[in-house]
């Protein structure tokens, strides 16, 4: 089937298709990508951003916490204990916190929950072994050697959390980068597609409609001239 057995109004009208395919074509691809950033920025927002800071807060008070007890040992001050352990609950809450904003952190949660309960309570203990004034060294010097262990797997734990979570940050912010450039390019291919093809068909329409005009005059000379086919 050739252009020429198509009506002219149906030609023009596959000119005019191939534009409104390609703009739609266009529509479709950007409102994909502006939903999926949308998506991704609200998670960043609402979920990574609240994460990355609470699990930035917890690595400061751990530091803060090894101190402050540290500082009880030192001036034989009890009541730095207890801002100890009101640094304990603080992190504590923040973990709670951190399975409610991303509930697959909740079983990592828990057990950072638990090896710091157990490091806050042998070192509030020795804590106050050093404090008496008849510490008693020998006993207590095993166990203060495995809590400092623990404390420092304690803190590399918390300083991957944050690391994972910056990362994590970090990766969202390229993909959805990546995803607006991937998009711009999109649209721009299609609009050349389109524009190729425009011409094409633009082209293959321009002659096929000068090539019927050009039969229809001929057969009009031709009836002039008495040769026509009056059928």
Do not use: C, W
């Amino acid at each position: 089937m050739q252009l020429t057995d198509i009506k002219i109004r149906h030609r023009i009208a596959l000119l005019t298709s191939v534009a409104i395919v390609s703009f739609v074509i266009s529509l479709i691809i950007n409102d994909q990508t502006g939903k999926d950033n949308a998506l991704r920025l609200n998670g960043l927002q609402n979920q990574l951003y609240p994460a990355l800071n609470l699990v930035t807060i917890n690595q400061g008070l751990l530091l803060q916490l090894d101190q402050t007890i540290q500082s009880a040992i030192t001036t034989g001050e009890e009541d730095s204990l207890d801002i100890a352990e009101g640094m304990v609950k603080q992190i504590t809450e923040n973990l709670n916190e951190l399975t409610v904003l991303l509930p697959s952190e909740a079983n990592d949660a828990e057990q950072l929950n638990r090896d710091l309960a157990i490091y806050h309570s042998n070192a509030r203990n020795l804590a106050a072994e050093f404090i008496k004034d008849d510490v008693d060294f020998s006993k207590i010097q095993t166990q203060a050697a495995d809590n400092a262990k623990r404390y420092q797997i304690l803190v590399k734990q918390f300083a991957t959390k944050k690391q994972g979570f910056a990362q994590q940050f970090e990766q969202q912010i390229q993909t959805t980068l990546a995803s607006t450039e991937q998009a711009e390019y999109s649209v721009m291919l299609v609009g050349l597609i389109a524009t190729i093809v425009m011409i094409i068909v633009g082209f293959l329409v321009n002659r096929s409609i000068i090539s019927t005009i050009d039969n229809v005059t001929q057969s009009l000379r031709n009836i002039s001239q008495g040769e026509g086919d009056l059928r």
